[in-house]
């Protein structure tokens, strides 16, 4: 199976820590959040992993060629502008399979999300009816400014946004309304991604909401008692650390 990591943000978040490495190598628990997502992924099953970058970019690149983890092979797909979560994808578009789903997550994330239970929930809802599923997103609901709005079946049908008040609907949804936030782990269909058009850098929120305004179907998957840390501060890496503890980054 395939899989792709975003890490080619600036980690602005970050500094110092990254004034002189890139996001994806700041360590959490003495390792590279990095090595922290291929092992997850490792153990998942998804061998063949592209990892997109941009800043310090030649660092992602060494590391990946030293990585030595059995059974993963690493590709890294350079950026010279950063493309944003939406249009990094599209760019690595060469490097996925033509008939089978692949999983994207975000580097600054981490969690224990049974991430061969998500692909298996994809793939039955993809194979489930003509109007099957091109996404599956995992969400779970936690604390957040920004929410994905689902409705009774579990549909995607807009966006919500607390700080600004801003909330965007993309298709008539029946049923309660249910908002939760987005845990930055999906798996997208080749048929979504050959939705994927234009140039330049693009939010993958932004596209996920075309696809459902334009027809297409996506899924949430509800992931409540799987633990997830957002590792974009020094103080969130901090937590992460006491959330899955020791046992956990040792086992």
Same mark, same amino acid.
């Given at each position: 199976?395939?899989?792709?990591?975003?890490?080619?943000?600036?980690?602005?978040?970050?500094?110092?820590?990254?004034?002189?490495?890139?996001?994806?190598?700041?360590?959490?628990?003495?390792?590279?959040?990095?090595?922290?997502?291929?092992?997850?992924?490792?153990?998942?099953?998804?061998?063949?992993?592209?990892?997109?970058?941009?800043?310090?970019?030649?660092?992602?690149?060494?590391?990946?060629?030293?990585?030595?983890?059995?059974?993963?092979?690493?590709?890294?797909?350079?950026?010279?502008?950063?493309?944003?979560?939406?249009?990094?994808?599209?760019?690595?578009?060469?490097?996925?399979?033509?008939?089978?789903?692949?999983?994207?997550?975000?580097?600054?994330?981490?969690?224990? =999300? $049974? !991430?061969?239970?998500?692909?298996?929930?994809?793939? %039955?809802?993809? +194979?489930?009816? *003509?109007?099957? /599923?091109?996404?599956?997103?995992?969400?779970?609901?936690?604390?957040?400014?920004?929410?994905?709005?689902?409705?009774?079946?579990?549909?995607?049908?807009?966006?919500?946004?607390?700080?600004?008040?801003?909330?965007?609907?993309?298709?008539?949804?029946?049923?309660?309304?249910?908002?939760?936030?987005?845990?930055?782990?999906?798996?997208?269909?080749?048929?979504?991604?050959?939705?994927?058009?234009?140039?330049?850098?693009?939010?993958?929120?932004?596209?996920? =909401? $075309? !696809?459902?305004?334009?027809?297409?179907?996506?899924? %949430?998957?509800? +992931?409540?008692? *799987?633990?997830? /840390?957002?590792?974009?501060?020094?103080?969130?890496?901090?937590?992460?650390?006491?959330?899955?503890?020791?046992?956990?980054?040792?086992?």
């Amino acid at each position: 199976m395939k899989a792709m990591i975003l890490a080619a943000g600036l980690g602005t978040r970050l500094q110092p820590l990254t004034d002189d490495r890139p996001k994806a190598l700041v360590e959490v628990a003495g390792r590279p959040m990095l090595y922290w997502v291929i092992a997850r992924l490792a153990r998942h099953g998804f061998t063949d992993i592209i990892i997109n970058a941009h800043h310090f970019a030649e660092q992602i690149e060494a590391f990946s060629a030293a990585y030595d983890g059995p059974g993963v092979s690493l590709t890294v797909s350079v950026e010279e502008e950063i493309l944003d979560t939406g249009g990094g994808v599209r760019n690595a578009a060469w490097f996925f399979d033509r008939e089978e789903p692949f999983l994207v997550h975000n580097v600054d994330v981490l969690t224990d =999300l $049974d !991430l061969s239970e998500l692909m298996t929930a994809h793939r %039955a809802s993809e +194979a489930g009816s *003509a109007s099957g /599923a091109l996404v599956t997103l995992a969400v779970k609901g936690r604390k957040s400014s920004r929410h994905l709005l689902f409705d009774r079946a579990g549909r995607l049908g807009g966006w919500r946004s607390d700080i600004t008040g801003e909330t965007r609907t993309v298709r008539p949804m029946e049923g309660p309304v249910t908002a939760l936030p987005f845990m930055g782990v999906y798996v997208m269909s080749p048929a979504a991604l050959g939705k994927m058009t234009g140039t330049g850098p693009f939010s993958i929120i932004d596209f996920f =909401l $075309d !696809l459902v305004r334009t027809g297409g179907t996506i899924q %949430a998957y509800r +992931a409540e008692e *799987a633990r997830w /840390a957002d590792l974009g501060s020094v103080d969130r890496i901090a937590h992460a650390e006491r959330l899955f503890g020791t046992d956990w980054f040792e086992g």
